[in-house]
């Protein structure tokens, strides 16, 4: 359905499909151990389009669900790793009802929005991935050692992280502030534009992102975007509070939030002081 309303050519992985299953010959096998150390590199492309089948017609029989399976585990949190929130799209909608037949890629992206959390810290990763089914047991290790050097290498090159619209609350910019903290330093992370409009993170979530500034683990941030987070006076006063460890912040997105007059003013005056283009 995707492939119709591109007009262009485009290449498909299909993990299941486009690499041997068994039974598999000694040349196939050999192609498989390979495929399984690179599949990663299609999940972690912010480049890609991610299509996720979460569920399957009910004719259909399958022993163990999307989210209780090791690989696909794997595959749905490198996914979400730094790929725009757009670009993650969740067919289980369409399975739940087989009349529904998006008319185009915006509709498509509409109804099958995926609803994902932030990236998974390489130590809440292991927690999780060890409660998942695999038919291979010694599979765990290799998901475990590729997910850490898949993290490390991504989140420490990325230079912007678009998380906008993802219904993101406290608790979700707690985790992201876990996976930043992760990603060992130096050299310090080269994340240049964090985008988080249009979520409700709060006063908490905004203090819990005002940390993680003050504490030296953005130094490259040079434009940050909360427009439409139902931020307070609490959060205005952390983020001004915060300036003086972003030296390098040229833009600031505070529009569509809950601030008073005060703090309007007091954070418009901060942003002149230093530079920073405020949308407030």
């Known amino acids: ?85 757009d670009m993650v799209l969740d067919l289980g909608p369409l399975a739940d009802d087989l009349h529904i037949e998006p008319d185009g890629l915006e509709e498509l992206k509409r109804v099958c929005h995926a609803q994902r959390g932030p990236p998974l810290s390489p130590n809440a990763f292991s927690e999780l991935i060890s409660q998942k089914h695999f038919n291979d047991a010694a599979h765990t290790d290799l998901i475990i050692e590729l997910y850490n050097k898949t993290f490390s290498e991504i989140i420490s090159g990325i230079d912007r992280l678009f998380f906008s619209g993802m219904q993101w609350g406290a608790a979700e910019i707690g985790r992201l502030a876990e996976s930043l903290r992760a990603v060992p330093q130096p050299p310090p992370l080269k994340l240049q534009e964090l ?3 249009r979520n409700c993170i709060g006063d908490e979530g905004t203090l ?46 505070l529009s569509g939030n809950n601030l008073d007059e ?17 949308g407030i």
């Not at 010959?25 to 480049?47: E, T």
């Open 208 to 253: 819990l992102l005002a940390t993680i500034l003050t504490q030296g683990y953005l130094p490259s941030l040079t434009c940050l975007l909360l427009d439409y987070n139902d931020i307070g006076p609490k959060g205005a006063q952390a983020l001004i509070k915060a300036f003086d460890y972003v030296s390098k912040l040229e833009t600031l997105g």
């Open 195 to 197: 985008w988080l409009a």
């Open 262 to 278: 005060e703090n309007s003013e007091a954070i418009k005056a901060a942003c002149l002081r230093r530079g920073i283009t405020l």
């Open 1 to 85: 359905m995707a492939l119709r309303v591109i007009d262009r050519d485009a290449a498909v992985f299909w993990d299941w499909g486009s690499m041997y299953q068994l039974p598999r010959d000694v040349w196939q096998d050999d192609a498989f151990k390979r495929g399984l150390k690179q599949a990663h590199l299609w999940f972690a492309s912010r480049l890609v389009w991610k299509v996720l089948l979460t569920k399957l017609p009910n004719l259909c029989i399958n022993a163990w669900e999307f989210h209780d399976r090791g690989w696909t585990t794997f595959e749905c949190a490198v996914s979400g790793l730094i790929t725009d929130s």
